[in-house]
Structures are given as C-alpha cells and as structure tokens.
C-alpha cells in the first residue's frame, strides 16, 4: 500500500476505509499520549509514519514510532512555536477527542441496537408483551442518544473546517510578509536551504529599492508602504513559474531562480528593473517614479546558502555604488 496516498486522499475505496480510520485512530491516540500538537500536517505525518509501521511490520511502540519519525521527517520545521498555531492545535486535540469518544459511544449502541432487536425477536415468538414494551423503550432510547451523536458530530464537522480554516490563515501568515503579501525572510531561510539539500543549481538575486529613505522622508510612511506593495506586485507579477520573491527586510527584496544560472539572472534582473523604472505610481496624488538596483550570482560547487547570499549581497552594493538603477551580477 501507499502510505503516502492514503494520507492524502479524501475518497477511499472500500477495501481501504476500515484500514485508514484504524490507522487514523492509532495516529490519533499516539499524539495524544505524547504530547503531540493535532496540527493538520502534524496528523498527515504521524499518519505516515504508523502506516509504514504497520506496513513493514515494526512493533508501534513510542520508541520504534519516534525512529521512524525522526528518519522521515526529522529535517522538517514546525510551526508549534507560534501562539495562534498552539491555540488551533488545542483547539483540535479536543475536537478528535470528543468525536473519538463520540465514535466509540455510537460503535457500543450499534452493538446494544443488535443485542435488542435479536431480545426482541425471542419476546415476540413468546409473546412477551412486558418485555417487548420494555425493549421499544429501550430502542426508543438509543435513537434518541444516536441522534443526539449525530448532531454533535456534525457540529464537530463544522468546527474543524473553522479550524482548518483558522490554521490556513495562521500558516499563510507565518509564512508571508502582511504588507507586500510577499513571502518573508522566514519562508526563504527555509526554501534556500531546502533548495540547497536538494543539489539543484539555482541562482540569486537581491533588489533594493533606490533612495527608498528620501521617499520616507520627502512622502511620509504611507507612501513609502505603498511603493514596497507596488514593488512586491512586480516582483510577483514579472517572474516565471517556479521563481519566487520574498521581502527580505525593509526595501529589500530576494528573488530565488531554482535551476538557473547567472545569465537567466540577469535576464531577470533587468526586466524587473525596467518594469520597476517604467511604473508611474500615482499615491494620494503625489506622482512618484522609482528605481530599485539588483545584484545576482549563482551557486558554485561546494558553497553553502550564506556564501550565494554574501556574493549577491556585494554585487547589489556594486550596482548600488556605481550608480543605482542597474543590475550587477557576479559569477
């Protein structure tokens, strides 16, 4: 079986529903007594990892789970560190728990259902009327509990798309600066070195907005905020598929070339830099016309991230130093 499949598909064919919801249920109980936070891919992981358990016939003790983990997954960030983030996963311990309880609770009066209808059959073949009155009650009862499961679980349905709702907002939030929409310095510490694990060729480029401080000064914030979402637009809308732009810090900009070189760099670079020079921004009726310098390498054999960010970094200074509104780029 695919484990990896299994955990990511949402209609499931007959001979795999009784396997997924065991599997989910031992998921569900291990995280629990370990102090696991019920993040939705928290959940799809440890999923994995009991389903590989199971397939390859490991004992699921905490000690074999957390090996197996720690092979699959260990290179992972969390986000558990973020307050929002902690709360959701409260938020959703609870809920599996209750629908769990809920689960079992409806599984025990599927079983008593049956013991009383069969009760029921022997009362009518010998016309036990007290009897049979007794069991219509006690049917009567189990309906009216089932019911009552039932609409509790499909509340608990509604809470957790809320949940998962809420957990996408938090996540997006983590992952992308609130004023350009860009993805932050954060997102591209991860994706630089998940590039770099990877051993594809990629290349770099750091933008930087030219006089952004005279803009500040002369303008106001406002108007400086608005010229770094007029940018980050830019560098979003003037890029190839796969190429992906993060605000760095203040006015500067990374843009990240997965299988590129200094050449598609620079490519890059200067249409970025023409867009930027040509775009007329017109804030609050002032008319501002702005240029952003870009300075680009690309990874060399045997370098770590920091030594292509270093590279970039000089060759932005070198555009920045000999004339702003140009693209440098170092090989």
């Known amino acids: 079986m695919n484990c990896k499949k299994l955990a990511l598909r949402h209609e499931l064919e007959t001979g795999y529903k009784e396997l997924v919801a065991q599997i989910a249920k031992t998921a569900l109980s ?3 007594k370990n102090n696991i936070s019920l993040t939705p891919r928290n959940f799809e992981e440890w999923f994995y990892v009991i389903c590989k358990a199971k397939e390859e016939n490991h004992l699921l003790t905490p000690k074999n789970l957390q090996v197996l983990y720690e092979k699959y997954f260990k290179d992972i960030p969390m986000l558990e560190e973020i307050q929002e983030i902690r709360e959701i996963s409260f938020d959703l311990k609870h809920l599996a728990i209750g629908s769990e309880e809920a689960l079992e609770r409806f599984e025990h009066n599927l079983t008593s259902h049956d013991l009383y209808i069969q009760e029921s059959i022997q009362a009518i073949d010998q016309n036990d009327i007290q009897k049979i009155e007794s069991l219509k009650l006690k049917i009567k009862d189990l309906e009216e509990e089932n019911k009552k499961l039932r609409k509790f ?5 509604r809470r957790l798309e809320f949940i998962e709702e809420k957990f996408n907002e938090q996540k ?3 992952e992308h600066d609130s004023l350009t929409g860009l993805l932050n310095r954060r ?3 991860k994706d630089i070195q998940k590039l770099h694990d990877s051993g594809l060729p990629y290349a770099l ?3 930087d907005i030219d006089n952004f401080k005279h803009i500040n000064d002369t303008y106001g914030h406002l108007v400086g905020d608005q010229v770094l979402k007029e940018v980050g637009e830019i560098l979003t809308t003037y890029v190839r598929k796969g190429t992906r732009s993060y605000r760095y810090g203040g006015e500067e900009f990374i843009i990240l070339l997965p299988n590129a070189d200094e050449r598609a760099a620079k490519v890059v670079g200067e249409r970025l830099r023409e867009v930027i020079e040509n775009r007329n921004l017109h804030i609050n009726s002032v008319h501002i016309n702005c240029t952003a310098s870009f300075g680009g390498t690309r990874k ?3 370098e770590e991230p920091q030594d292509v ?5 000089k060759a932005l200074y070198e555009a920045k130093r000999s004339g702003k509104n140009r693209v440098v780029i170092y090989e």
């Open 300 to 302: 060399r054999d045997g």
């Open 153 to 157: 679980l499909e509340e608990n349905r």
């Open 205 to 207: 480029l750091m933008c």
């Open 172 to 174: 997006k939030e983590a």
């Open 30 to 32: 291990f995280m629990s």
């Open 187 to 189: 997102s591209f510490d």
């Open 309 to 313: 960010i270093k590279r970039a970094d």
